[in-house]
């Protein structure tokens, strides 16, 4: 495996505890970082994550962005190489593309 992949794998792995561990999202809401990605020279990273329900997205986001410095620092404690990646933090539009087109698929069926 490519040392960036691996990285990103980490990084993916890491995130996911730390944001268990350290970020109180709003009720029955499921957060979950879908992947992560990190640049050829590892200082770079990205992480994509998933919210359910769809409307609580911005939310989420601007939670996790509050907490970035803590987050930050806990990648940096707990990352096996260093430096530790600069991390920002996206929705991954996958999973509500996929579901709509699911719901769009099932109605265009419903319809004919």
């Given at each position: 495996?490519?040392?960036?992949?691996?990285?990103?794998?980490?990084?993916?792995?890491v995130?996911?505890?730390?944001?268990?561990?350290?970020?109180?999202?709003?009720?029955?809401?499921v957060?979950?970082?879908?992947?992560?990605?990190?640049?050829?020279?590892?200082?770079?990273?990205?992480?994509?994550?998933?919210v359910?329900?769809?409307?609580?997205?911005?939310?989420?986001?601007?939670?996790?962005?509050?907490?970035?410095?803590d987050?930050?620092?806990?990648?940096?404690?707990?990352?096996?190489?260093?430096?530790?990646?600069?991390?920002r933090?996206?929705?991954?539009?996958?999973?509500?593309?996929?579901?709509?087109?699911?719901?769009?698929?099932?109605?265009?069926?419903?319809?004919?």
């Open positions: 495996m490519h040392k960036a992949q691996q990285r990103a794998h980490e990084l993916r792995d995130v996911g505890k730390l944001l268990r561990a350290t970020v109180e999202f709003p009720p029955d809401t957060v979950t970082v879908t992947k992560a990605a990190v640049s050829a020279d590892g200082l770079v990273g990205t992480v994509f994550l998933s359910f329900p769809e409307g609580q997205s911005a939310e989420v986001l601007a939670l996790v962005e509050r907490r970035h410095g987050l930050q620092r806990g990648i940096a404690a707990r990352f096996s190489r260093h430096p530790s990646p600069r991390v933090y996206v929705l991954d539009a996958g999973p509500a593309a996929l579901d709509r087109l699911d719901r769009l698929s099932r109605s265009a069926r419903n319809n004919a």
